[in-house]
Nanobody
Framework: VQLVESGGDAVQPGGSLRLSCTLSGSAFRFSIYDMSWYRQTPGKVHELVARITSGGNTDYPDSVKGRFTISRDDAKSTLYLEMNYLKPEDTAVYYC??????????WGQGTQVTVSS
């Protein structure tokens, strides 16, 4: 399984970005996977950002609730993360992964998001 993230960039506080994550190389259809977005800053553990079940149910931590939206396009085997009202503390490398929890699954290589004035 290969996951490739894209869309990371440098933006000012209050700005928006949309990250994409495309899955390939799996024997299974993308639609059966629960999917997640995590982020990591240097010296810290991975932090859950958003997750979505194969059925479309979503879950967010309080730190991003109301600002971030996870979605999926099963026909394109692609996961999205719409990020609005970005804050400097959102600066991190963002990773997508298969699965609903941290353990197990496959991870992408990450995409850098920098929020700074």
């Amino acid at each position: 399984v290969q996951l490739v993230e894209s869309g990371g960039d440098a933006v000012q506080p209050g700005g928006s970005l949309r990250l994409s994550c495309t899955l390939s190389g799996s024997a299974f259809r993308f639609s059966i996977y629960d999917m997640s977005w995590y982020r990591q800053t240097p010296g810290k553990v991975h932090e859950l950002v958003a997750r979505i079940t194969s059925g479309g149910n979503t879950d967010y931590p309080d730190s991003v609730k109301g600002r971030f939206t996870i979605s999926r396009d099963d026909a394109k085997s692609t996961l999205y993360l719409e990020m609005n009202y970005l804050k400097p503390e959102d600066t991190a490398v963002y990773y997508c992964k298969t699965g609903y929890n941290y353990n197990g699954g496959s991870w992408g290589q990450g995409t850098q998001v920098t929020v700074s004035s």
